[in-house]
Protein backbone atom coordinates (compact mmCIF):
# COMPACT_ATOMS: atom_id res chain seq x y z
CA UNK A 1 0.00 0.00 0.00
CA UNK A 2 2.97 2.67 0.14
CA UNK A 3 2.83 3.45 -3.52
CA UNK A 4 -0.82 4.45 -2.66
CA UNK A 5 -0.08 5.75 1.34
CA UNK A 6 2.67 8.15 0.24
CA UNK A 7 1.65 10.58 -2.09
CA UNK A 8 -0.94 12.43 -0.09
CA UNK A 9 1.87 13.69 2.54
CA UNK A 10 4.07 14.20 -0.35
CA UNK A 11 1.07 16.38 -1.84
CA UNK A 12 1.15 18.22 1.73
CA UNK A 13 4.76 18.86 1.58
CA UNK A 14 5.56 19.83 -1.99
CA UNK A 15 2.20 21.06 -3.54
CA UNK A 16 1.00 24.52 -3.77
CA UNK A 17 0.37 26.92 -6.56
CA UNK A 18 -2.32 26.88 -9.06
CA UNK A 19 -5.42 24.90 -7.69
CA UNK A 20 -6.74 22.30 -10.17
CA UNK A 21 -9.97 24.16 -10.40
CA UNK A 22 -7.89 27.31 -11.56
CA UNK A 23 -9.98 29.02 -8.67
CA UNK A 24 -13.67 28.18 -10.09
CA UNK A 25 -16.74 27.23 -9.08
CA UNK A 26 -19.41 24.83 -9.60
CA UNK A 27 -23.00 25.71 -10.04
CA UNK A 28 -23.70 25.61 -6.40
CA UNK A 29 -21.45 28.55 -5.96
CA UNK A 30 -18.63 26.61 -3.88
CA UNK A 31 -15.34 25.82 -5.99
CA UNK A 32 -15.45 22.81 -7.71
CA UNK A 33 -12.25 21.09 -5.57
CA UNK A 34 -10.89 24.37 -3.63
CA UNK A 35 -7.45 25.63 -3.08
CA UNK A 36 -6.57 22.68 -1.30
CA UNK A 37 -6.08 20.53 -4.73
CA UNK A 38 -3.19 21.64 -7.12
CA UNK A 39 -1.20 20.54 -9.91
CA UNK A 40 1.91 20.37 -8.53
CA UNK A 41 0.57 18.35 -5.40
CA UNK A 42 -0.97 15.49 -7.56
CA UNK A 43 1.96 15.64 -9.73
CA UNK A 44 4.73 15.65 -7.46
CA UNK A 45 2.55 13.09 -5.24
CA UNK A 46 2.13 10.51 -7.68
CA UNK A 47 5.90 10.86 -8.70
CA UNK A 48 6.68 10.42 -5.32
CA UNK A 49 4.16 7.06 -5.44
CA UNK A 50 5.93 5.74 -7.98
CA UNK A 51 9.22 6.06 -6.90
CA UNK A 52 8.25 4.31 -3.88
CA UNK A 53 7.06 1.75 -5.60
CA UNK A 54 10.13 1.44 -7.81
CA UNK A 55 12.42 1.03 -4.45
CA UNK A 56 9.60 -1.58 -3.36
CA UNK A 57 10.29 -3.59 -6.77
CA UNK A 58 13.99 -3.20 -6.48
CA UNK A 59 13.64 -4.13 -2.68
CA UNK A 60 11.68 -7.20 -4.03
CA UNK A 61 13.86 -7.95 -6.70
CA UNK A 62 16.79 -8.12 -3.69
CA UNK A 63 15.09 -10.27 -1.57
CA UNK A 64 13.71 -12.87 -3.51
CA UNK A 65 12.92 -15.16 -0.71
CA UNK A 66 11.40 -12.80 1.68
CA UNK A 67 7.93 -13.43 -0.60
CA UNK A 68 7.75 -9.68 -0.51
CA UNK A 69 4.29 -8.23 -2.71
CA UNK A 70 4.98 -8.65 -6.48
CA UNK A 71 4.86 -4.90 -7.76
CA UNK A 72 4.63 -3.55 -11.14
CA UNK A 73 5.16 -0.63 -13.09
CA UNK A 74 1.42 -0.70 -13.79
CA UNK A 75 0.53 -1.79 -9.85
CA UNK A 76 2.39 1.27 -8.76
CA UNK A 77 1.01 3.63 -10.80
CA UNK A 78 -2.38 2.62 -10.49
CA UNK A 79 -2.12 2.77 -6.75
CA UNK A 80 -0.46 6.27 -6.97
CA UNK A 81 -2.46 7.58 -9.47
CA UNK A 82 -5.76 6.37 -8.02
CA UNK A 83 -4.86 7.38 -4.46
CA UNK A 84 -4.92 11.15 -5.57
CA UNK A 85 -8.44 10.88 -7.56
CA UNK A 86 -9.78 9.72 -4.81
CA UNK A 87 -8.21 12.30 -2.85
CA UNK A 88 -9.75 14.85 -5.62
CA UNK A 89 -12.94 13.21 -6.05
CA UNK A 90 -13.35 13.03 -2.09
CA UNK A 91 -12.93 17.08 -2.39
CA UNK A 92 -15.62 17.31 -5.32
CA UNK A 93 -18.16 15.64 -3.10
CA UNK A 94 -17.47 17.47 -0.13
CA UNK A 95 -17.82 21.20 -1.67
CA UNK A 96 -21.15 19.65 -2.62
CA UNK A 97 -21.98 19.39 1.20
CA UNK A 98 -20.72 22.67 2.14
CA UNK A 99 -17.36 21.57 4.00
CA UNK A 100 -14.66 24.15 3.33
CA UNK A 101 -11.26 23.16 2.28
CA UNK A 102 -9.67 21.16 5.16
CA UNK A 103 -12.54 20.81 7.46
CA UNK A 104 -13.13 17.25 8.54
CA UNK A 105 -15.18 14.78 6.71
CA UNK A 106 -15.20 11.62 8.94
CA UNK A 107 -14.46 7.95 7.13
CA UNK A 108 -14.55 9.91 3.36
CA UNK A 109 -10.96 11.91 4.60
CA UNK A 110 -9.34 8.41 5.77
CA UNK A 111 -10.35 6.25 3.17
CA UNK A 112 -10.71 8.23 -0.51
CA UNK A 113 -7.52 6.99 -1.11
CA UNK A 114 -8.01 3.32 -0.77
CA UNK A 115 -11.22 3.82 -3.10
CA UNK A 116 -9.35 5.53 -5.65
CA UNK A 117 -6.56 3.41 -5.88
CA UNK A 118 -8.69 -0.31 -5.42
CA UNK A 119 -11.09 1.15 -8.54
CA UNK A 120 -7.70 1.83 -11.00
CA UNK A 121 -6.71 -1.30 -9.98
CA UNK A 122 -10.11 -2.62 -10.76
CA UNK A 123 -10.19 -1.47 -14.18
CA UNK A 124 -6.55 -1.54 -14.82
CA UNK A 125 -4.94 -4.63 -13.25
CA UNK A 126 -7.50 -6.76 -11.88
CA UNK A 127 -6.02 -9.65 -11.46
CA UNK A 128 -2.78 -8.02 -9.56
CA UNK A 129 -5.82 -6.53 -7.35
CA UNK A 130 -7.62 -10.16 -6.56
CA UNK A 131 -3.94 -11.91 -6.08
CA UNK A 132 -2.38 -9.71 -3.75
CA UNK A 133 -5.21 -7.74 -1.73
CA UNK A 134 -6.86 -11.31 -0.16
CA UNK A 135 -9.65 -10.76 2.02
CA UNK A 136 -7.61 -10.94 5.65
CA UNK A 137 -4.96 -8.04 3.79
CA UNK A 138 -7.96 -6.09 2.61
CA UNK A 139 -9.65 -6.36 6.26
CA UNK A 140 -5.88 -5.02 7.92
CA UNK A 141 -5.89 -2.65 5.29
CA UNK A 142 -9.21 -0.87 6.42
CA UNK A 143 -7.76 -1.41 10.22
CA UNK A 144 -4.15 0.58 9.57
CA UNK A 145 -5.54 3.10 6.96
CA UNK A 146 -7.29 5.34 9.37
CA UNK A 147 -4.38 5.03 12.16
CA UNK A 148 -1.71 5.95 10.03
CA UNK A 149 -3.99 8.86 8.53
CA UNK A 150 -4.61 10.13 12.03
CA UNK A 151 -0.62 9.55 12.83
CA UNK A 152 0.63 11.27 9.68
CA UNK A 153 -1.34 14.46 9.82
CA UNK A 154 -0.47 14.60 13.26
CA UNK A 155 3.19 14.74 12.34
CA UNK A 156 2.41 17.14 9.49
CA UNK A 157 0.50 19.86 12.29
CA UNK A 158 3.87 19.54 14.61
CA UNK A 159 6.27 20.28 11.50
CA UNK A 160 3.72 22.88 10.50
CA UNK A 161 3.37 21.20 6.86
CA UNK A 162 -0.59 20.85 7.70
CA UNK A 163 -2.45 23.48 9.26
CA UNK A 164 -4.68 20.93 10.88
CA UNK A 165 -3.91 17.55 12.85
CA UNK A 166 -6.49 15.75 11.15
N1 LIG B 1 -2.43 19.04 -1.72
C1 LIG B 1 -2.21 19.58 -2.98
N2 LIG B 1 -2.71 18.97 -4.10
C2 LIG B 1 -3.43 17.82 -4.00
C3 LIG B 1 -3.68 17.26 -2.73
C4 LIG B 1 -3.17 17.89 -1.60
O1 LIG B 1 -1.54 20.61 -3.10
N3 LIG B 1 -3.90 17.25 -5.13
C5 LIG B 1 -1.87 19.72 -0.53
C6 LIG B 1 -2.64 21.00 -0.17
O2 LIG B 1 -1.72 21.95 0.31
C7 LIG B 1 -3.57 20.52 0.95
C8 LIG B 1 -2.68 19.50 1.66
O3 LIG B 1 -1.94 18.88 0.61
O4 LIG B 1 -3.99 21.56 1.79
C9 LIG B 1 -3.45 18.47 2.48
O5 LIG B 1 -4.30 17.70 1.65
P1 LIG B 1 -5.82 17.40 2.05
O6 LIG B 1 -5.97 17.20 3.51
O7 LIG B 1 -6.29 16.35 1.13
O8 LIG B 1 -6.55 18.79 1.61
P2 LIG B 1 -7.41 19.83 2.44
O9 LIG B 1 -6.67 21.13 2.44
O10 LIG B 1 -7.84 19.25 3.73
O11 LIG B 1 -8.68 20.03 1.49
P3 LIG B 1 -10.06 19.20 1.42
O12 LIG B 1 -10.99 19.82 2.43
O13 LIG B 1 -10.50 19.43 0.02
O14 LIG B 1 -9.75 17.76 1.71
MG1 LIG C 1 -7.97 17.44 4.63
Redesign the pocket.
Known sequence: MLPAYIP?PA??LL??GTPIDLGKNYSDGNRIF?D???Y???IT?ILAGVITGLILIWLAGQFPQEDLPKHTLLSISLLATGA?LG??V??FF?RRFNKE???KWPIADQYDLVAGAFLLLLIGDSGWLFTTVTLPVFLIILIITPVLHRATNIVGYIFKV?EVPW
Open positions: NAAGGGGKTRGLGLDLKSKRGTK
